[in-house]
């Protein structure tokens, strides 16, 4: 009695499948896969026989067995550089909405901006066989192992925000050297001539981009390019805290920050010597969030579309998935300048307006 106890308990601890579903319906098995995918012609009565049967076993399908009958697994691999970034997280919601609406699913890894990190998980992502991947790389190229590996795999990669080198692959990014140029092109309009850069890592594309627009916007101001203005980050908050430290001390009228963990760490470093903004130095940051409105000073700054970034990643990949045949994007989204009061322009508005007075006065 014991080992039949045992035996009844074993059988009814097994997971419902698909031809218990049948036989409950009194149905084919054919009629219940059919009902599941919603795929062919089945009658409202058989339907109902089936939905009925699923929910009285609680049968879920085999999503491993389906996935190898259809040469795919419905998901999507995202590998992001840093989660704790404040800028991915509306860019990854924008990513799984986007891909829930085409019926796939959004599997995140972070790779902390480490080579070893990313190829490991890039090696998890398409030993589970997802369909396609969106890839904020880490600096560098990858290996010669890596690209054969990815090339054998066929699974299409699309890049987020930052060129891989010898990876030809499609791209969604923001034009980041526009929005350098017209906060810089802003800082001096209103008066800032010695204006300081706190840029990214020098072999990240987006950096580049960024440093390359400051550049320009000088030169097209009229102001003097100063090397010792420039400080070299890395998009964290300590390398924004050292650049705070470093810059601030050579008196510039204005920062040009290019992400937001890097003006965290200057406004600290701002906080330690006693400087204020915009009374002392003026700022410009990259990537704008609700919360900076409860801040004082409100920050100026380059916003960055994220929730569009992260809907045209997904939208690009499941192009590739359906289509591989189609030639490479890249797709670029424009950034936009919010003026608010840490660029100094409230200050500038006073000084015209007293100047403006004096002279009237004379």
């Given at each position: ?49 089936v939905e009925t049967a699923i ?179 890395d998009y964290r908050i300590d ?124």
């Amino acid at each position: 009695m014991r080992n039949n106890d045992r035996r009844a308990r074993s059988e009814g601890s097994k997971a419902p499948s698909i031809y218990d579903v049948a036989r409950e319906a009194r149905v084919s098995v054919f009629t219940v896969s059919a009902v599941i995918n919603k795929k062919g012609h089945v009658g409202a009565t058989l339907s109902r026989r089936v939905e009925t049967a699923i929910r009285k076993l609680n049968y879920r399908p085999n999503l491993l067995a389906r996935s190898l009958a259809r040469q795919k697994t419905q998901t999507i691999g995202m590998v992001v550089t840093d989660i704790a970034n404040p800028f991915f997280p509306a860019i990854v919601r924008a990513a799984e909405d986007t891909a829930q609406k085409a019926g796939y699913s959004v599997l995140l890894c972070n790779s902390d901006d480490q080579q070893d990190k990313e190829a490991r998980y890039l090696e998890l992502l398409l030993a589970k066989r997802v369909d396609g991947i969106i890839l904020n790389k880490t600096p560098g190229a990858f290996s010669a192992s890596q690209r054969k590996v990815l090339a054998d795999a066929g699974v299409p990669i699309v890049l987020l925000m930052r060129t891989c080198p010898g990876l030809k692959a499609d791209l969604v990014q923001t034009d980041d050297e526009l929005g350098a140029n017209e906060a810089v092109a802003h800082l001096a309009r209103i008066g800032h001539k010695r204006i300081a850069l706190v840029a990214g890592p020098e072999d990240v594309s987006n950096a580049q981009a960024r440093r390359r627009g400051y550049v320009k916007a000088l030169e097209a101001s009229g102001l003097t390019f100063d090397p010792t203005l420039v400080f070299t980050g890395d998009y964290r908050i300590d390398s924004g805290h050292r650049a705070g430290s470093t810059l601030l001390a050579r008196r510039p009228d204005a920062v040009l920050v290019t992400n937001y963990l890097m003006t965290v760490g200057l406004m600290s470093a701002a906080d330690e010597i006693g400087m204020r903004c915009p009374e002392d130095f003026a700022l410009v940051s990259f990537d704008d969030y609700p919360w900076l409105g409860c801040f004082r000073p409100r920050l100026t700054t380059i916003e960055l579309p994220k929730y569009e970034l992260g809907e045209t990643a997904v939208r690009l990949v499941l192009e590739r998935i359906e289509q591989s045949n189609t030639r490479v994007q890249t797709v670029t989204l424009l950034p936009q300048l919010r003026v608010r009061e840490s660029c100094g322009f409230m200050l500038h508005r006073r000084r015209m307006s007293m100047v403006e007075k004096a002279s009237a006065g004379a």
